[in-house]
Every structure is written in C-alpha cells, then in structure tokens.
C-alpha cells in the first residue's frame, strides 16, 4: 500500500492578467484551470494577495449560483473543499479591483493554492498542495486636476495694478498628484494691458 497522498496538480490558462486602477475596474484572475490528483477528486483552495495595498479587494461573484462556499475578508478567499469542476468554476468567479488612485506599485502576486481533500484517509501525511502565482498588472490613469473658485471678474482701478491676492479664493486639487504647474493667460488684452509678478 502506497502511504503517500499524492499533490494536486494544476495548470493555469494565464499567469498574467491586466486591469485600469480603479474599484469598478475589477478583473478575474483565473482563466482556465487544469486541475488533477491521482488520489483525490475533491480539494479547497486558498486565494491571496501578496504584500497587498491599501484599497486592494479581492472579491467573488455569484457564489451562491456556484453552489460552492467561498469566504472572502477581501484580501484572500477560501473555497471550501468541493469536487474539481465546481472548485474551478469557484477559482474563475474570483475577481481583483486596485484602490482608484496610488496604486504603486503597479503590480501585484496573487497566490493561488489548492489543497486536496485527503480522500484516502493517508493521515497523518494529510492534505497535500500546490500554489501557483498570477500576476496583475494595473494600468494607472492620471485624473485631470480640478479648478475652482470665485468665477465674478475681479475689480480694479485703471492704471493700477490688481491686487495681489486676485487668485487666493481659487481652489485646486488633484487626486493622483501633489506637483502642478499652471499658465495664465490674458485671452482679451488691450495695448497697454500687461500680466506682472509681484516680488
Ligand atoms: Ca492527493
Ligand atoms: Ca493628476
């Protein structure tokens, strides 16, 4: 008698996959799945975000329309322990969305292990895995700055100069950015009108 349990052996379709930053950008992570044991049909899985960042979620859809138990805390989901066909149905219903902005860096390992069922009671080898890695790439978007403020033309007094301040209720942000430059420009300008920078 063989003591041994012998590891589940999977393949993936794709080690890589590619997705926009962004939560409504989710993509799946595992295509196709090749899944064998020679001793076992029925195994769980574990999913994992390696060194995950803030706003990293993993998450499933549809589980209840699987048929299969996953729970998920956002960073990685279990599969319980399933036949195969349904396990892979589970992997490929497993889906990665990055934060909406800061998302370096621009990559992230994602763990997958299987671990079968130990169906031929070979305790206490136990059950026996294997772990693959997929990784998602995340293609950043750079959100436009915003500009707002006091939109009433300011005053001044003919042949003086416009206070200095004329810009100081503006307002200007920008999600993904903490350096800006800035051009102003006279779109109407008269002879003699003339932009200056005060010391
Ligand atoms: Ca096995
Ligand atoms: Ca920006």
Redesign the pocket.
Known sequence: MDPLNSQPFFVLGSTSVSVVEGSDNSVALIGGVTLTDADDVRASAVISVIAPQEGDVLSVSDSQALGVSIATDGLSATVAITEFASLVDALQAISYASAANFTNPLSRNISVSVFDAGSRGQLPQGNASSTMEVVVHITPV????VISGPVAPAQFTEGQLMPSDMFSEVNIS????VQLSAFVQLITSFPGDSLELSE
């Open positions: 750079n959100n436009a700055p920008d999600s993904d950015d």
